[in-house]
């Protein structure tokens, strides 16, 4: 599945599902990269932290219909993010994938 967002920007081309507990629990964690074009996403998911982590992240908290509703660019690793009122997925993608193109209230949708 890939990433779009409502202007036509792709923001992955592999998009790796975590919806369980287990598989959202582990995330990233002790992974020792993350490849260009690709992301995770979790759900549900309001919160995310990057202990255990060795690479920065950018991150974006959908909202159920797939609005943005918090970005945040190169977050190092060790670090928690704020709780995001409704939000309910989280896409994990490479430090640097974002670089300001994405702002809260845009849409993303995810394509077969």
Do not use: N
Not at 42 to 65: G, N
Not at 70 to 78: D, G, I, N, S
Request: hydrophobic share 45%; with cysteine; net charge positive.
């Amino acid at each position: 599945m890939k990433c779009v967002t409502d202007t036509g920007l792709v923001l992955a081309q592999e998009v790796e599902p975590a919806h369980r507990f287990f598989s959202r629990l582990k995330g990233l964690m002790f992974r020792p990269s993350m490849q260009p074009g690709t992301a995770l996403l979790l759900s549900p998911c309001p919160q995310i932290h990057t202990c255990f982590m060795r690479f920065a992240i950018d991150v974006l908290f959908l909202a159920e219909d797939g609005t943005v509703l918090y970005v945040l660019e190169q977050m190092k690793p060790w670090r928690i993010s704020p709780i995001v009122r409704h939000a309910v997925q989280t896409l994990e993608m490479p430090g640097g994938t974002l670089q300001g193109r994405v702002k809260v209230g845009q849409m993303v949708d995810f394509k077969e």
